[in-house]
């Protein structure tokens, strides 16, 4: 969570895995939270909805804001926006307009109740992996994106014998050990 976006960590256990999501549904939720009261302060300000046009937008993003706390939002209502003015400058959006700030608290609460939602998914998987009795012997390499595990790897612990379902087997051979059996013969 530490501002890394891509991470690949090794885990001792499921256990630490699933404390560590909470750990981060925990942030989210503080964040989610604050950015929810910041944003229903600042459209419940009079000095938002001082001209009528601006009423207006003020009245529908608390219409969107007040629908996603309590549903959700769907893909349709996404598609749903108050426009206000916005100015490309390279690789940034510049805003000047104070209803600029609610649009930007509303982006950020979508985006970190979609992060709740796959990290409470992941938890799911990871709780579904424990009861399933995969192994304390194991350690577990977690491809984390965005602060969600998407993907692990699992491999044995030093000193223990995993199942026969999950080994790999092959010979390898090497130059050095193919160029020394034949001098082997030719000396014979």
């Known amino acids: 969570m530490e501002g890394l976006l891509t991470e690949i960590r090794t885990f001792y256990s499921l256990k630490e895995i699933r404390e560590n999501i909470d750990s981060g549904m925990g942030q989210y939720k503080l964040l989610l939270d604050d950015y929810s009261q910041w944003l229903g302060t600042l459209l419940r300000n009079p000095e938002t909805s001082r001209d009528k046009e601006r009423a207006k937008k003020t009245a529908e993003l608390q219409k969107i804001f007040r629908a996603g706390v309590r549903k959700g939002r769907n893909k349709e209502e996404k598609k749903v926006s108050v426009s206000t003015e916005w100015i490309q400058f390279k690789d940034i959006m510049l805003s000047a307009d104070e209803l600029g700030e609610a649009e930007m608290l509303f982006d950020a609460i979508e985006e970190l109740r979609g992060k709740i939602e796959k990290l409470e998914r992941a938890k799911n998987s990871i709780i579904d992996l424990e009861r399933y009795g995969l192994g304390k012997e194991l350690l577990y390499i977690t491809y984390i994106r965005d602060g969600v595990p998407e993907k692990l790897v699992f491999?044995?612990?030093?000193?223990?014998?995993?199942?026969?379902?999950?080994?790999?087997?092959?010979?390898?051979?090497?130059?050095?050990?193919?160029?020394?059996?034949?001098?082997t013969r030719v000396e014979e």
Not at 158 to 181: C, G
Request: charged letters at 20%; a neutral charge.
């Open 155 to 183: 491999i044995p612990k030093n000193n223990v014998n995993i199942t026969e379902k999950f080994k790999f087997m092959t010979e390898f051979s090497t130059v050095q050990q193919a160029l020394q059996s034949n001098e």
